[in-house]
């Protein structure tokens, strides 16, 4: 068990809706990290935050977002949904903004229809 | 340019025989080298990790990597593989940015 906790683990919804992804990071961890896995683009880089502030991005879509709370959970919102958006979301957390390992959610997994 | 390359798409190897993944990275920088494991189904686990101490590296499992600056590699290797080491694996290069590079991933196929 990573510590690192996603919700909900299934998504299924219909093109054109917006969905919440939800990502609470392994206790102590300042910095949250989302992904995007398909089959077809593998593993990419979406956003990283760090103790709320944006860090970097990566090849993030303007249909998405993101946050980082206060209390450190992270939100990715997903809006005007298309088939292609089906993916695994995966969150990572670490303890430092650079050079310390990734600690990875079991992912959501979304199915736009 | 920052890059990775894992030179084999999928692999695959008798149960009980060595595994070798491998991984060229590009950088400008000395990097920090990763490699994570994927379960099906699952999310990402860090295998192991080098950050400019000693060249091998071991980490979870009975897997173990070497960093060889000359050769810009970071192969994953085990001895004995298991049937429970089916997976995709992915080689990481952190240059000294905040991003980290992914490489496309390897799957490892055991036959039993």
């Known amino acids: 068990d990573s510590g690192v906790t996603q919700t909900p683990k299934h998504l299924i919804t219909a093109t054109g809706q917006r969905v919440t992804l939800r990502c609470s990071p392994r206790s102590g961890d300042l910095s949250v990290y989302w992904y995007q896995q398909s089959l077809d683009q593998g593993l990419q880089f979406l956003i990283q935050?760090?103790?709320?502030?944006?860090?970097a991005k990566g090849n993030i879509l303007e249909r998405f977002s993101a946050q980082q709370f206060p209390d450190l959970h992270s939100e990715l919102n997903l809006s005007s949904l298309e088939l292609g958006d089906s993916a695994l979301y995966f969150c990572?957390?670490?303890?430092?903004?650079?050079?310390?390992?990734?600690?990875f959610g079991n992912g959501t997994r979304l199915t736009v229809t | 340019a920052q890059s990775v390359t894992q030179l084999d798409s999928h692999v695959s190897v008798s149960e009980g025989t060595p595994v070798l993944l491998r991984c060229n990275y590009s950088s400008s920088y000395s990097p920090s080298l990763f490699w994570y494991v994927q379960h099906p189904n699952k999310g990402l686990q860090l295998l192991l990790k080098?950050?400019?101490?000693a060249t091998l590296v071991k980490g979870i499992n009975g897997f173990e990597a070497e960093f060889k600056k000359s050769e810009t590699s970071f192969h994953l290797t085990k001895p004995s593989a298991h049937m429970s080491d089916a997976a995709e694996y992915f080689c990481v290069v952190r240059p000294s940015n905040y991003q980290l590079i992914w490489g496309a991933g390897t799957k490892l196929i055991i036959k039993p």
């Open positions: 990572a957390s670490s303890v430092a903004e650079n050079n310390s390992p990734l600690h």
């Open positions: 080098y950050t400019s101490a």
């Open positions: 935050y760090y103790n709320g502030e944006e860090r």
